[in-house]
């Protein structure tokens, strides 16, 4: 059975520190979505890729985030200096295009 | 821009009764696809149901509906039969169905809580 494959599960760390989150998509899906979970803004949607290639990264804090996404088999979202208010669970999903299929999230806690 | 709201932060149901969820969302767009996802406390987000808005039946998937009103810009989920299996968050989204194929991401609505007492 496919799945969205994310590491770590949780995350630890101190503030200031680099933060990097993994993604292995489904094989043979050509989007990738980096979402953000928080319990005051809920799901966000961060950045995407098509083809490997970034579409669209307007949610996502230029000035400490960035999505890469290497080859087709690993997506990542680094965040560098890491703050306390980056506290949330990452999600990445890939698909075809609609809706997409979840990895079970990264819990980060930086504190 | 898009906006999905879920008037129900939460919801609570005997097992076996019928429940609904509402969802509206507000677009210009004429095309378009609404998901409800489900997020049990394992927090993986499983996709229940989706809806083509050019569709005008109902999807449905086993004891999971929608109730689709694109003039209102409604999409309602119903389950029957609830099951305590059903307990969980659950998220209505939006995603753009741009012409040739769009790839954009999804809008959430801020999600309902479903209780199911035994």
């Known amino acids: 059975d496919a799945r969205v494959t994310q590491t770590p599960r949780h995350k630890v760390t101190e503030m200031g520190q680099e933060v990097t989150m993994r993604c292995q998509p489904i094989?043979?899906?050509?989007?990738v979505f980096w979402y953000r979970q928080t319990m005051m803004q809920g799901l966000e949607l961060l950045a995407y890729?098509?083809?490997?290639?970034?579409?669209?990264d307007s949610g996502m804090p230029k000035d400490r985030f960035s999505a890469e996404m290497p080859d087709a088999t690993l997506a990542t979202l680094k965040i560098q200096p890491s703050e306390p208010r980056d506290s949330a669970v990452y999600f990445c999903?890939?698909?075809?295009?609609?809706?997409?299929?979840f990895g079970s999230g990264t819990r980060l806690t930086v504190v | 821009a898009q906006t999905v709201t879920q008037s129900q932060p939460e919801m609570s149901v005997q097992e076996a009764e019928t429940v609904t969820l509402s969802c509206t969302y507000d677009?210009?767009?004429?095309?378009?696809?609404l998901f409800w996802y489900k997020q049990p406390p394992s927090r993986q987000m499983i996709l229940v149901i989706r809806q083509e808005a050019y569709k005008q039946q109902n999807a449905t998937e086993n004891r999971f509906s929608v109730n689709f009103q694109k003039a209102a810009k409604s999409f309602s989920l119903k389950i029957s039969d609830s099951q305590l299996g059903d307990a969980a968050m659950y998220f209505c989204a939006y995603r753009s169905a741009a012409p040739g194929g769009g790839a954009d991401g999804l809008t959430f609505g801020k999600g309902t809580h479903l209780i199911i007492q035994p």
């Open positions: 677009t210009s767009e004429s095309d378009y696809y």
């Open positions: 890729f098509r083809n490997r290639a970034p579409l669209d």
């Open positions: 094989l043979g899906h050509n989007t």
């Open positions: 999903a890939s698909g075809h295009g609609t809706g997409g299929d």
